[in-house]
């Protein structure tokens, strides 16, 4: 049996303290265990931030990158996923406010379900 791939997994947030940590127990829960989670924080102002921390502290696959300012939408995502581990073979992007959560394996036996390859980013 070949050894799994590592995957990143990405959650970009602004101000998601409803769902946020329904959010990061779906991640967390997951049979398959050789991923690191980036939670990126967007200058979020209502505890989002908190949250993400907790996590982090108890969890050392979790790693919260906070932005420096506000950014919109777009550029939060862009920016989340340069900082995926160069190493990743997979990055997963799962939005904090999924209202489903994130409920299905991160790798069906294919290693594939749900993953997009990673491919280098142009600065």
Known sequence: MSEKPFVSVV??????????????????????????????????TDGSASIAAEYAAKDERVRVIRNPKFVGQVPNYNGALRHVDSTARYVKVVQADASHGFDHQLLSPDGRHGMRRRRRMAD
């Open 11 to 44: 959650t970009p947030f602004y101000n998601t303290a409803g769902y946020l940590r329904e959010c990061i127990e779906s991640v967390l829960s997951q049979t398959y265990t050789n991923f690191e989670y980036l939670l990126v924080d967007n200058q979020s």
